[in-house]
């Protein structure tokens, strides 16, 4: 999902600091400078300053005072210190993280302390990730004046103090960064939020627009009627179109001490939360609370597509995240339920994340029969078909995912409604042609693979033809599952727009695929081509533009309402990632269905949502 190096203010950098500085970002850290520089009597709003850089970065500072806020005795460990004053500038928040490491915690919220040490920009997840830096105080000595002070009065985050403009556009001759840009809380929702970094907030009652992940983090929104989704999201819609309103939620507790709620998505927080305000790699501005609400059940089920009448096809598909058959026989069993209940037995299912017959132990293994074998049995064994399936093996660790896992796409099939044509036998690296056989499009190899020589696939699974037959009619199924979004910067990013490098290569699947269906299309102009599987982007994104390139494809699930559009959940954002699309020739009489099962619950078999497209060939 090139990066930069971050900008300083040069009034309060020499070039040698600067030197330093850079050696620190590499490894994720800003808190060094000359050993001489000092800055006495200052207090927290000088050390942030009005921009998200701090003036004093790399300073040593002497006797800041303020009011512990949290403290956090795992992970990043420290407290957060708050002056109760303020300067009253809006741009510079009154809150600032202390990071103590390994050194014992001695403060505990409602103290009263003075702090020494080194000032520091710390980069979560280091440079190359692009994060915005969290200004911090490291290598802290620390006196407790006085204990059982009240707290700062949180400030409360509510739609109506949050922008509708997501953040500044940065300079294109910086590389995007907005580092060095004075902060404009009233304008951008980014610089509210930076203002606001290391303070005490609070959110009310809100709408929980991200589940409860392992990592015991939720996220809400403080904008119900941000493009909200029909079952209580908030939809991705555009680049251009940010959902604001978006914060994660943690805990101060250890969760050994205080479970953390789990929540579905549309589930309130009723009680809202209230905690300091921490940056993290894993999705920016989050409030760690130090009282968190009670989560509401809003009663989300899980969805169940109508089976497909007997002249209608349909086909679907479903990424299973990394199945293979070391995993426990429940998640076989919830996997196979789904198929047979919430996607009503579909004629054909492409599978994505099929791992090898022992999964991760790195050992040359190729095969998936063992897999399959044990997921149709589930299958049958919920009341639904014997599925049979057609897959290429291929070659050891040649196509990305988990290290000996070997994950690739399968077609499953039910022969009691459609026929699979067998043509030749397809292997790793021979590619399936197209020809003219009875006047229609056939392949060459059926199973076969789509140009697996082509660089675009490097590293990366290439995709599975078919060519399957029903009541008579023939239908070309192409099972894909482009690269991830992996490397991309988050959506607070201190570059902005963000930096999209993953799209570059799924930008090139995406062509490969469409020169594929063309070639179809040269042969058969009325073809039944079905494209489907984990595309790894969205419906307005530019490897969807490619994949319809030319009038080849057309993406189904931009048939559903926008309130609907979705098969993922990231950051608290509901978007498209799963993709059915459809050639000229199946026409528009289809019917399409997101299933959503998965995604938006606490509980996950995987974490995407299955799709289903119904039509009549």
């Avoid at 309060?12 to 009597?41: D, E, F, K």
């Avoid at 009680?271 to 989560?295: C, I, S, W």
């Avoid at 033809?465 to 988050?490: L, M, Q, T, W, Y």
Wanted: proline share 6%; glycine share 10%.
């Amino acid at each position: 999902m090139p990066y930069i190096s971050r900008t300083t203010r040069p009034a309060v950098r020499s070039a040698a600091v600067s030197a330093v500085v850079a050696t620190a970002l590499a490894a994720g850290l800003l808190a060094v400078g000359s050993s001489s520089a000092s800055a006495a009597g200052v207090r927290v709003h000088d050390i942030q300053g009005t921009t998200r850089l701090s003036p004093l970065a790399g300073q040593q500072v002497t006797d800041v005072t303020g009011i512990v806020t949290g403290v956090r005795s795992y992970g990043s460990k420290g407290f957060w210190l708050q002056d109760p004053k303020g300067d009253g500038d809006p741009a510079t928040s009154e809150g600032v993280f202390v990071y103590t490491g390994s050194a014992a915690l001695t403060v505990k919220a409602g103290d009263a302390v003075r702090v020494s040490g080194t000032v520091g920009e710390y980069v979560p997840g280091g440079e190359s990730s692009g994060n915005q830096s969290l200004t911090q105080i490291t290598k802290p000595t620390v006196s407790v004046e006085s204990s059982g002070n009240a707290l700062p009065a949180p400030v409360t985050v509510t739609a109506e103090t949050v922008p509708s403009a997501y953040a500044p556009e940065g300079d294109p001759a910086n590389g995007g960064d907005i580092s060095a840009l004075r902060l404009k809380p009233r304008s951008y929702a980014l610089d509210l939020y930076e203002s606001l970094e290391g303070m005490n907030v609070r959110v009310g009652t809100s709408r929980v627009v991200g589940a409860t992940d392992p990592y015991s983090e939720l996220w809400i929104t403080v904008k119900p009627h941000e493009n909200p989704s029909r079952r209580g999201g908030t939809v991705y819609k555009s680049y251009d179109d940010q959902n604001t309103g978006r914060l994660q939620i943690q805990q101060l507790a250890p969760v050994s001490e205080q479970p953390f709620p789990k929540a579905n998505v549309g589930d309130a927080l009723s009680g809202g939360a209230e905690g300091p305000l921490d940056f993290n790699q894993f999705g920016g501005y989050t409030l760690v609370a130090r009282t968190l609400g009670k989560v509401t059940d809003k009663g989300l089920e899980r969805e169940k597509t109508r089976r497909q009448a007997k002249g209608e096809l349909a086909v679907a598909t479903y990424n299973v995240e990394n199945l293979d058959p070391t995993d426990p026989q429940t998640k076989f069993d919830a996997l196979a339920g789904a198929v047979v209940s919430n996607l009503a037995s579909p004629d054909i299912l492409a599978l994505e994340e099929i791992q090898d017959d022992n999964g991760a132990k790195n050992d040359g293994t190729v095969s998936a029969e063992a897999t399959l074998k044990k997921f149709t049995e589930a299958i049958v064994a919920a009341g639904g078909p014997r599925y049979a399936w057609r897959s290429i093996d291929p070659q050891n660790n040649k196509d990305g995912g988990e290290p000996g896992g070997n994950i690739r796409q399968v077609f499953l099939f039910n022969p009691e409604r459609v026929s699979f044509t067998d043509r030749g036998k397809g292997d790793a690296t021979t590619g399936t042609g197209v020809v003219r056989s009875s006047g229609r499009a056939a392949l060459t190899l059926s199973p076969g693979r789509v140009d697996p020589a082509n660089a675009a696939w490097n590293d990366s699974r290439k995709p599975l033809a078919g060519e399957f037959s029903f009541r008579g009619r023939p239908v070309i199924v192409v099972a894909n599952h482009f690269g991830s979004k992996g490397g991309d910067e988050g959506l607070t990013s201190r570059h902005q727009p963000p930096v999209r490098s993953s799209e570059a290569k799924r930008l090139q699947q995406a062509q490969a695929v469409n020169s594929f269906v063309r070639d179809v299309r040269t042969v058969q102009k009325n073809a039944d081509v079905v494209v489907l599987g984990d595309v790894n982007d969205f419906e307005f994104s530019a490897t969807t533009e490619a994949l319809e390139a030319g009038g080849a494809l057309k993406s189904a699930v931009k048939s559903l309402p926008r309130s609907e559009r979705y098969s993922y959940v990231y950051q608290g954002n509901t978007q498209v990632l799963d993709q059915i699309l459809t050639s000229p020739g199946v026409g528009r009489g289809f019917s399409y269905d997101s299933v959503h099962i998965n995604a938006e619950f606490a509980e996950q078999n995987s974490d995407h949502d299955p799709q289903v497209l119904r039509f009549r060939p």
